[in-house]
């Protein structure tokens, strides 16, 4: 088991246990508390917290600061979406409960993921 799908079976939902991973990583302090709303696809069912999770760290990362700044994190945000879709057919909580995905092995996989984008 993974410290990220550790953080989850601590009580963290999906996004901050990937907050929380890559934090440690980095040496970085996004508040985890940002991730907060979007555990159990935002409270709804829809986009997954992991992936949430992901995108927050990617922006942490590689984001930018200015408008005047090229956007480049959009590469990166395709392709963990893309993959996450093509491996578990659908990026949506609610379809991926719903198809036996658990939620520690998204987890594990966006945090993984995330961790080879912004190295």
């Known amino acids: 088991m993974s410290k990220v799908s550790k953080y989850n ?3 963290y939902n999906c996004a901050e246990s990937i907050i929380k ?12 508390s940002i991730g907060t709303p979007f555990g159990t696809g935002m409270s709804t069912g829809n986009t997954c ?10 922006g942490a990362v590689k984001g930018r600061e200015d408008s005047a700044e090229a956007n480049n994190t ?14 578990y057919g659908s990026i949506k909580c609610i ?5 036996g995905v658990l939620c ?16």
Request: hydrophobic content about 40%.
């Open 9 to 11: 079976d601590e009580g």
């Open 21 to 32: 991973g890559i934090n440690e990583d980095k040496g970085l302090n996004i508040p985890i």
């Open 49 to 58: 917290g992991a992936v949430v999770g992901a995108m927050i760290a990617l």
């Open 74 to 87: 959009r590469l990166d945000s395709k392709e963990l979406i893309n993959e996450v879709i093509e491996k």
């Open 95 to 99: 379809e991926l409960k719903k198809n």
């Open 104 to 119: 520690n092995d998204i987890i594990d996989f966006s945090y993984e993921k995330i961790k080879e984008l912004i190295k």
